[in-house]
């Protein structure tokens, strides 16, 4: 996988607690809406969790990051592989928008949402974080999703899965400098 530049990071912030992340990814829409549903693919890219699509509804998100990529998780991260998200759906409309709270250490939930938006034979696909407490929150969810949405691209392209450690270390690097200084 070539380097990454600051100007090619797919992700932007849209306020002082948002992060929006676009990613092009092959159609059909219904394919891509399967990888945010369906927990076994979901946990090909993200995590696993079986999710019931009704506002209010629990998600429980089991995150294995040692089963996504060959590489070795880093020292700093050892503790969150098994770790598991509580959150709660807040809107679903298939295939095109799904919606939930994202526990953050802070105490109060963030929140997600996945846009699919048909191009042709394309899905373009809108991440947007919102509530997020603070720059470094905001720098890590910006390099984990960015790592995650590449994951996920592989697996739509029929590609062996890039690494996921040193793709979330460049990309927190280089979000780092695109959000500077508070």
Not at 28 to 42: A, G, H
Not at 86 to 100: A, D, G, K, N, V
Request: net charge negative; with cysteine; hydrophobic share 35%.
């Amino acid at each position: 996988m070539a380097e990454l530049s600051l100007q090619e990071l797919p992700g932007e912030r849209i306020d002082k607690a948002t992060v929006r992340i676009k990613r092009l990814l092959p159609g059909p829409i219904e394919r891509v809406w399967t990888y945010l549903v369906d927990s076994d693919k979901r946990a090909k890219w993200l995590a696993a969790g079986e999710l019931d699509p009704r506002p209010g509804t629990g998600l429980d998100l089991l995150f294995r990051h040692s089963q996504l990529s060959h590489e070795e998780t880093p020292q700093r991260w050892c503790g969150v592989d098994g770790h598991v998200n509580h959150c709660r759906i807040t809107r679903c409309e298939p295939p095109h928008l799904l919606s939930f709270t994202w526990p953050e250490e802070c105490g109060e939930d963030s929140a997600v949402t996945f846009e699919l938006i048909s191009q042709e034979d394309d899905v373009l696909l809108i991440v947007t974080h919102e509530r997020l407490f603070d720059r470094d929150t905001m720098i890590n969810v910006a390099g984990g999703w960015h790592a995650h949405l590449g994951l996920l691209a592989d697996q739509l392209n029929g590609r062996p899965p890039r690494g996921f450690w040193s793709a979330f270390d460049a990309a927190e690097q280089l979000y780092t400098q695109r959000f500077g200084e508070e």
